[in-house]
């Protein structure tokens, strides 16, 4: 998979990336947001191994590019009820809070809901995802920017790993609303 829209490239992630993947799953600077205070503590073989695991797959663990340059990560699940399950994060501090999540995420549910070889064996109809509470940046992105639907919160639904509960808010949005809010 790729696609690109200006200085913005979505690719799947190769074993090229695992060297640069490894180095921010295992940073828990990087991986707080996601629950992960610590960083995930795997090894490069295990990251190499997760990336053969998405091979040849209509899910995809990708990297973010822009301007030539590796600057987050990004998958999506496809599961059999016509709904994409998608997860992301740009990972190089310097490129957050200058306005590439909507237009990555734009782009990401743009080629999920018109992809030919996604939408000829599994017709994607939705889009779910979810942040913790604490996310308040994501919260905004998906509420003003992308249009998705708050559908709920998760009250301490999972133990990140340092015991604290966690507690997620979960978003819906469908094709129609995509393409309509445009």
């Known amino acids: 998979m790729r696609i690109r829209k ?12 695992a060297v ?25 073989e295990d990251t190499i191994k997760n990336i053969r695991g998405w091979e040849g797959k209509l899910s995809q ?5 822009i301007d030539g340059k590796l600057v987050g990560e990004l998958n999506y699940r496809i599961k059999g009820d016509n709904a994409v399950y998608p997860g992301w994060k740009i990972c190089d501090f310097s490129y957050q809070n200058q306005g590439y999540g ?10 999920l809901f018109t992809d030919e070889a996604i939408n000829s064996k599994f017709p994607i109809e939705k889009i779910v995802l979810d942040t913790m509470l604490e996310n308040k ?3 905004h992105v998906y509420e003003n920017k992308i249009g998705a639907r708050k559908i709920g919160i998760r009250k301490d639904c ?6 604290k509960l966690r507690t997620v808010v979960d978003y819906e949005l469908s094709k129609e609303e995509f393409f309509n809010a445009r």
Do not use: Y
């Not at 993947?21 to 960083?39: I, Q, S, T």
């Not at 663990?61 to 590019?65: A, N, W, Y």
């Not at 999972?158 to 015991?163: A, F, I, R, S």
């Open 102 to 111: 909507p237009k990555i995420i734009r782009m990401l549910f743009e080629f």
């Open 137 to 139: 940046r994501a919260q």
């Open 158 to 163: 999972w133990k990140d790993q340092n015991g």
């Open 20 to 44: 640069q993947l490894n180095k921010w799953w295992n940073d828990g600077k990087v991986m707080e947001h996601a629950g992960f205070p610590r960083g995930l503590g795997e090894s490069l």
């Open 61 to 65: 663990l990708c990297v973010i590019e």
């Open 6 to 17: 200006d200085n913005i490239v979505i690719r799947s992630a190769t074993i090229n990336d």
